[in-house]
Structures are given as C-alpha cells and as structure tokens.
C-alpha cells in the first residue's frame, strides 16, 4: 500500500471496526467439502444502475452436512478490517435448480443446507460503491471489484481449491485483471489466495500495453481520457523505466503479465495505491496524474509484487481472511519497498541524484516531526490506526533503515554486497520454498551479505527500540551528508482557503509572532512579496537569507475584513533537512554512494 494523505478515517469509524473486529470471535466451523468451483459475476447496464454488481457461486456438493461459506474481513496490503459482508444486499441459495434453505452463522458467514442436492448455486447481490483500492466501486459504465470482497469460500477447509471466474458484461465494454485468461471472458486460479489477488476492471477505460523486461505490461485508466497524450506518454516511460531495475534486485519479472490499474476522481483527495501480485491498483486524485508522487506510486506498487506478495513475513504466509494478522516487519514489506521505489527511479533515471537526495531528505524530516516510536511497534500498531501520527511511520522510517542497512552491508563489504543481495537471497530461498521469511532468516541474510557483522545491536536500538537514526556516522560512509542551514523563519503554519492564505498557527519566538500575527489573519503579503499561494514560504526565503537576523520585517494580513500592517523582526532559525554528496568523501565512500545510485 502507500498512500499521500487522502483525510483519516474518523474515531467513530474506527471505533466500530473494532467493535466488530471482537464480535466476530466465534467457534470455528468445518463446512462440508465442496468441488469443481465457479463464480460467474455480472455487471452491465442494469446493475450499474442500482451500483451493484451480482455473484454467483457454483459448485458440487461434494460432503455431508451444511456448507458454510464465508466472505473476508480484509484485502491483503490494505491492513484493516472492514468485514466485506456489509456490503451484501440479497443472498439467495439453490441446489439442482429448487431453493435451499439457509441461516447466517455470523455476520460474515452462511450456512447453506443442500438438502441431498449435488450442484448448489449460491448468489448475492453485492453493492459497489466504495471508492477504496481494497473495495468495490461502480459507475453507469465501469466496475472496480476485488475477489476479497465478493468470492465466498468454504470455512475451515483447504483454500487450495482452483477455480474459474466467468464475467457477465456489455458486449462493448472491456474486462482487465491479472487472473490469467482462459478465452473469451473466462479466468481460471489455481487457489483461493490467487483468486482473491487479483483484482477486475470491468466496463469501459483506456487499455493499452507494451513488453517491459521481456513481459507483457498493460496500463488499464478509468475514466476513459483521463490519462492521455503526453500525461500518457510520461506514465508509460515512467513504468518502463522503474521495472527493470526492480527485476536486477531479483533477476526475475515474476509475472506472466502485469498490469496498472488506475482511477482517477475528483472526489478522492490524494493518491492511494494497492499491490497485488500480478497488478496493483491506484485510487488518485485527478491532481495527482503526472505529479512528482506518481513514477513513486508506480514504483513502489510493482516493487511489492515481489516483496510482500512474494517474499512475506512468516506472520502473514498464508494470508487469513477471517482475522487482523500483526506483524512487526511492515517496516520491511511496506518501508524497503519505499527504498526501492526511490532507487528504481533513480537507477531507471526517471529522477536524478538529487531527486534521490530530496526524496530521502524527506523521509527523514517526517521522522523527526513524527513522536519516537519503534519500527516493530509502528508495524503491528498499523491496524488499529493510531491518532498519535505514528500510523504510516514504518513506511519513512522503514526506508531510512533500509537506507542505512544497504550502507553498512556496502561499507562491510568494500561495495560487494548491498541490500539487493539480501532481497534476492530472501527471494530466492525463502520464497521459493513455500515460506515467510522469519526474524532468523532476515537477520542471517542481513549478516551474511555483510561478511559475517552482526546486527543485533542494529536491531535493538533502531528496529525494535526508538533511538534516533545515527545519520553522521552512518552517512560519511556513503560519502553523504545532512545539513540544517539556519535560513529565516516566519513561523506559521497555513492552509489556503477560498479567502486565501490562512493562518492556522503561529510558531512562538518566530518572525510572525514578533510581528503580531494571529491565527485566523490571511496573510496578503510578507515584506514586499504578495502572499497568493502557499509558495510563498521559498520565496521569503530566498529573498531574505542574506538579511541580517532581527531587521525589521513588515507582514501584511486581512483580519475581520480588515487590511492591517504589522511590523515584526526578521528571525533566523535551523531550516528543513537537506541531503547531499560530501565534497570530502574518501574512493570507498564515492563508490559506496555510486553503487546506491546505480544498482552496482
Ligand atoms: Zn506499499
């Protein structure tokens, strides 16, 4: 997942997911065996109109007893519980054609009594109206569904079961998901877990592809048009771009085909992406299309159809549905792979070096405006969505650890070894034999690709403890390093409105506060530069970073429609993070920094 903020879920919200987390806490039921498995979904002209879509479940009752049939709580990579039940508007049950009866279990799960009959269809009516990456979303024309939400199975048993998903549309519109095709509108898994990672665009958008890495990689957008000409031109190069050097870390494009799946709407504010492994889909504001944060967005999604839908901590391998699964090594699947995405448009060159330097210089200011917390904490605590700004720390903090781990491998290692070596290893012993990568497993790759170093003393003041990052040390040794030029400061903090420029808050001791301004003035305008838009910030700057500390500084705001001249002091004060190459950096250090870079 990874998200710009986009408005948090309110407390009430939340409070109600946990309410219904600790409801569903009942005695685990076996349902009777059931085969030959076929879900037939139907989304045209008619349901659209109502925002629904319908699914039927086909299979042979294979065992004795009733069929108890549940839907997920959750879509992997999006770690919260939303109990996809809520969105089930009519369920109905039949075998060999006659109506069975049936009784909720609990308030995800039914029970069906097949009655001696042998084939059972059961169908629900499913309403598509959440704009959510994890969720069901419809227009008149298009559909956006994941098999989390809809695709029932059997409780207790094995989800090993193949099975075959037959779409019912317009004959004009289109259908794209990563499931692999059968022929016709016809898809086939191989299990329950590849049937539910595979999300469906069904309807009409913009579909086009193009072979990256020696695979098929198409770029599906809804609403039609609304990536196109050069806006398109620049997202294709941007994803040709980042995934070869991503396949370099492991040496493999994992996919039969990959495809990006992407809304755009104006009623979403910021920019949210979903990994799947063979897709991900991105929920983003129309502002968003062709910005900074997009080549990021992409990167980052793909990276993950490696690390976490592939290689994935023991505590998530297998996924289940039915329960919150914690884990402490998010910082790993979520902030590594926002490592990654920084160095795949780097080394792709989509950003250049200094972009790779601002984008880490980032990172570390929003730690340190964020209140100490441990990657371990930070990972497990995700679900619950904490209020105290913690809760997507792993994703910053977990790429500066990952940061400062491919430093220490490469500097034990005279830049032999690096971060990609323990990706691949992890990749391609643990993964490739059918398991989660456990605290062992990690940490002997970690070491191994260091040349023995422990990492113990690592794990215990940065993983697992709230100690601040030890940037002097570590970076000299990548020829790096971190400074905080004093640079004039006017202290507020704002929010443009349609009244202009707000003042929300005023910093004590800065420069706006000797002059008297007040939350709730608009500012118009700081000495002679014309406050419009919140870019106002550089320009002050620059203006006045060569201005002796406390000249006078005259601030001009509207308060209670009055226009009002104050007059303040310039104040200097240590300025935001910024990151660069060390002009002194010693041969190993330049090299340890190009082997960043570069992927060498
Ligand atoms: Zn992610």
């Known amino acids: 997942m990874a998200r710009i903020p986009n408005g948090p879920l309110s407390i009430a919200a939340i409070t109600f997911l946990l309410a219904t987390a600790r409801l569903g806490a009942q005695a685990p039921t076996t349902s009777a065996d059931i085969q030959d498995l076929q879900y037939d979904v139907t989304f045209d002209r008619t349901t659209s109109a109502a925002r629904t879509m319908k699914v039927a479940m086909t299979f042979t009752a294979a065992g004795s007893g009733p069929v108890v049939l549940s839907l997920p709580e959750w879509t992997p990579g999006a770690y919260e519980i939303s109990n996809f039940a809520r969105w089930v508007l009519e369920f109905a049950a039949k075998g060999d054609g006659r109506d069975l009866a049936w009784t909720k279990q609990d308030y995800d799960t ?118 196109s000409g050069v806006a398109r031109l620049t997202a294709w190069d941007q994803i040709k771009r980042v995934i070869p050097p991503e396949v370099a870390v492991f040496g493999e494009a994992p996919w039969e ?9 104006s009623s979403y504010q910021g920019a949210s992406g979903l990994e799947h492994q063979s897709s991900h889909v991105d929920v983003v504001s129309p502002a968003a299309i062709g910005s900074q944060f997009q080549p990021s967005l992409y990167a980052h999604e793909i990276f993950h159809a490696w690390n976490v839908k592939r290689l994935r901590p023991a505590d998530l391998w297998p996924y289940q549905y039915d329960r919150a699964q914690p884990t402490p090594w998010l910082w790993v699947s979520e902030g590594i792979t926002d490592y990654y995405a920084d160095l795949a448009e780097v080394r792709g060159g989509v950003i250049d070096e200094n972009g790779f330097y601002a984008a880490t210089a980032a990172k570390m200011r929003e730690v340190d405006q964020t209140r100490p917390v441990s990657l371990d904490d930070a990972s497990i605590d995700t679900w619950i969505h904490p209020v105290d700004g913690t809760q997507y720390t792993y994703y910053a903090k977990g790429s500066l650890a990952g940061f400062m781990l491919d430093i220490m491998i490469r500097d034990a290692s005279d830049n032999r070894q690096s971060l990609d070596n323990v990706m691949r290893d992890l990749y391609t012993t643990v993964y490739k034999a059918g398991r989660g990568f456990t605290a062992t497993d990690w940490w002997s790759a970690v070491s191994k690709a260091a040349g023995g170093r422990s990492f113990s003393d690592f794990n215990a003041r940065y993983v697992e403890g709230r100690e601040p990052y030890p940037w002097d040390r570590v970076l000299t040794l990548a020829g790096l390093r971190a400074t905080r030029p004093t640079a004039p400061r006017l202290g507020v903090y704002t929010l443009l409105d349609t009244g202009g420029v707000l003042v929300t808050r005023v910093e ?84 340890i920094r190009n082997g960043i870079l570069k992927g060498s």
């Open 110 to 227: 039914w029970r069906v009594d097949p009655a001696g009959t042998k084939k059972v269809t059961v169908s629900v009516t499913y309403v598509a109206d959440s704009l959510d990456n994890a969720m069901a979303w419809s227009r008149r024309d298009f559909l956006l569904f994941n098999g989390t939400n809809v695709f029932l199975y059997p409780e207790g048993r094995p989800l090993a079961f193949g099975a075959r998903v037959t779409v019912h549309t317009e004959p004009e519109w289109r259908v794209v998901t990563g499931m692999h095709n059968d022929g016709a509108n016809s898809y086939r898994a191989m299990n329950y877990h590849d049937l539910v990672d595979m999300p469906f665009f069904i309807g009409r958008f913009d579909l086009d592809s193009a072979q990256v890495s020696g695979k098929w990689v198409r770029y599906a957008t809804y609403p039609q048009g609304s990536v």
């Open 257 to 265: 085909h990959y495809t990006v799946m992407q809304i755009a709407d």
């Open 508 to 591: 004590e001791g800065s420069s706006a506060a000797a002059a008297g301004v007040r939350e709730g003035d608009y500012l118009l305008a700081v000495g002679d530069i014309p406050v419009s838009d919140e870019q106002f910030g550089e320009h002050f700057r620059a203006k006045f970073g060569t201005a002796a500390d406390g000249s006078p500084l005259i601030v001009k705001v509207r308060r209670g429609g009055q226009m009002v001249s104050l007059t303040g002091k310039l104040r200097f004060a240590p300025g935001d993070i910024i990151l660069g190459a060390d002009p002194k950096a010693n041969a190993k250090a330049v090299r």
